[in-house]
């Protein structure tokens, strides 16, 4: 297989990094969290009903393709419905369905909902609406 050449930087004999899609806004600090990826769309999709999925991507820290499988694993497994208003999609998320693991399958998803959407703190973090540009 031939090897392709990549661009250098001027004078300083540095590859540049091949353009990719746009990085999302919100880079974790850490490798991994308590929640899943499926958990934290979720969660915006219950306090944004009509957030855009770039918007989710953005924040959740994923592609925005990532995001839209994500939104047909919820779907398909009875987690969230689709309804289109106009030009956008809402989500309505059924929060009496039980959490889907062992462990925490006496949980409703309203209970997972209702510790992160209605703390105290949640007005401070991702989950805000962010103003129109």
């Avoid at 009496?96 to 006496?106: D, F, I, K, M, Q």
């Amino acid at each position: 297989m031939p090897k392709t050449k990549r661009a250098t930087s001027a004078g300083t004999g540095r590859t540049k990094a091949a353009a990719g899609p746009p990085q999302p806004k919100h880079e974790p600090k850490h490798r991994w969290t308590f929640l899943t990826n499926h958990s934290h769309v979720l969660i915006l999709l219950h306090a944004n009903p009509g957030m855009l999925l770039r918007e989710v991507a953005a924040r959740v820290g994923i592609t925005e393709r990532a995001v839209q499988q994500i939104i047909v694993d919820l779907e398909e497994a009875g987690f969230v419905d689709r309804e289109r208003i106009g030009r956008q999609n809402h989500y309505h998320v059924k929060t009496r369905n039980p959490l889907r693991h062992p462990v925490e399958a006496h949980c409703r998803i309203a209970d997972l909902l209702n510790m992160v959407v209605n703390h105290p703190r949640a007005k401070d973090s991702l989950l805000a609406r962010q103003p129109e540009a």
